[in-house]
């Protein structure tokens, strides 16, 4: 694109921001999620085979400092070290119950991701005991990566030994923007200063991967300072950096005061202006070396940077979800934990199940949701989808497929099809268009 941003602000009653989760992170779609599969889980654990797809461990650790305005995380900000114990060891305990059975017993797992919430809220100490009694539960020998989220501001360079000495990495950091007025009007806890302490900590220890995290088209954000952000994230020089384009959820603070006022649209930019941004983004990082390799993600160095965690959930691996509200995927079955931190920790003290709901899949809605992810990375491969599930997507999708085509969002080459960046740009509200039936007509993931 021109080097000139456009900021689209004669776009349609469609192209406004309004409150929902727009971005896909699975299918089906939660909605679909009920208690009634609750003990097709409880069947599959205790199966006698183990499984043999590629195990990963998600751990969610739900502290913060503030709650930022844009969060929809479940997060709490009033927790005292008592508390944080009590919440570790359910977690443990759920840890551990899930290690002995059949289904889980004996396999290790090749990727690991703390998310939040916070992960660096924690303390060296609780960090320290933490993962030395995950990796005595479930050994992370054969782990090929380990990623940790953190808040810029809660860093120190003691904190951040400790998490490169326990296995790190993949180090992300939430840096969002480095204006210090947007980050305060967004709610976000840290400011630019300690973005560049917590950056020169972590590349002073050789972290394998260090990620950062922008979002396009936050609270009182402008073109300029967009720019100025591109900018000094390029000059820092990460492994990658992951951009998202802001959605107001409708549990968050920002959604709560559109509704207290009586107003629909959110006080952020519309959907062309922040696709322009990221867009904008991406030729810069380009500029500078990096390969955009996901809608949402450029990396300095493709054949040496990875994203396991993603790659591996895209293409069916089983992921064992520990933590309140955390959510899995094993042998083909959704499930979520409970929501709220004193039912979660409740039910495991009195060695109950922590999950709330769960949705077992059929073979066709796994094709398609394994479909529906990997067109974030933005190209399916045909054989692939032909040799796993026998579906010839071009067969099925051929309406689809040449409306996208239409529409300049689509490529297609001798074995793959490939988005355009104007595609990719948008991907996720093109996905719906491959869910089932049943499935679509929903405005949100």
């Keep these: 694109m021109s080097e000139e941003v456009t900021n689209c602000s004669n776009s349609s009653d469609e192209d406004k921001t ?46 913060c400092r503030k709650r930022c305005h844009f969060c929809y995380f479940r997060v709490y900000t009033d927790k005292n070290s008592s508390q944080i114990r009590r919440y570790i060891a359910a977690t443990m305990k759920e840890l551990r ?9 004996g396999r290790l797992p090749k990727f690991v991701y703390f998310g939040g919430g916070t992960p660096s809220y924690l303390s060296a100490k609780q960090l320290t005991e933490l993962t030395d009694e995950m990796k005595e539960i479930l050994p992370w020998d054969e782990t090929e990566e380990v990623t940790f989220e953190c808040e810029p501001g809660t860093l120190t360079e003691k904190k951040l030994e400790v998490i490169k000495g326990f296995g790190v990495t993949r180090l992300s950091l939430g840096i969002e923007n ?27 220890l050789d972290f394998e ?28 020089a990460p492994d990658s950096v992951t951009i998202y384009q802001m959605e107001i959820p409708f549990n968050t603070t920002i959604y709560r005061n559109m509704r207290e006022e009586g107003k629909l649209t959110a006080p952020v930019a519309d959907w062309p202006t922040k696709r322009n941004w990221v867009d904008y983004a991406f030729s810069e990082f380009e500029k500078s070396g990096y390969s955009v390799t996901s809608a949402y993600t450029a990396v300095k160095n493709p054949a040496k940077t990875k994203f396991v965690y993603r790659d591996r959930l895209w293409a069916g691996a089983d992921m064992l979800a520990t933590g309140v509200a955390s959510f899995g995927h094993l042998g083909g079955i959704h499930y979520q934990n409970l ?74 080459g001798e074995d793959e099809l490939r988005l355009t960046r104007q595609g990719l740009l948008q991907v996720d509200t093109l996905l719906h268009d491959f869910f089932q039936e049943k499935h679509q007509g929903g405005k949100y993931a």
């Design 209 to 236: 991967q260090v990620n950062v995290d922008l979002i396009a088209g936050m609270l009182e954000e402008t073109e300029d300072n967009w720019k100025d952000s591109v900018r000094k994230a390029i000059e820092l």
């Design 18 to 63: 309004e409150a929902g989760n727009y971005f896909v992170s699975n299918y089906p779609p939660f909605a679909f999620w009920g208690e009634d599969d609750l003990t097709c889980l409880d069947s599959l654990l205790n199966s006698p085979q183990p499984g043999t797809a590629p195990l990963g461990l998600y751990y969610h650790i739900p502290f």
């Design 339 to 412: 929501p709220h931190i004193e039912q979660y920790q409740e039910a495991l003290e009195e060695d109950l199940s922590a999950v709330s709901r769960a949705l077992m899949t059929t073979e066709d809605e796994r094709f398609l949701r394994e479909l529906i992810l990997q067109w974030k990375i933005g190209q399916v491969n045909l054989n692939y989808f032909r040799e796993k599930f026998g579906q010839e997507i071009e067969t099925r999708f051929e309406g689809v497929l040449t409306n996208l085509e239409k529409r300049q969002f689509l490529e297609r």
């Design 178 to 204: 480095f204006d210090d007025h947007v980050l305060g009007i967004n709610g976000r806890a840290h400011r630019s200063e300690e973005v560049f302490r917590a950056y020169e900590f972590a590349r002073s």
């Design 97 to 105: 119950r899930y290690a002995e059975k059949p289904y889980i017993k």
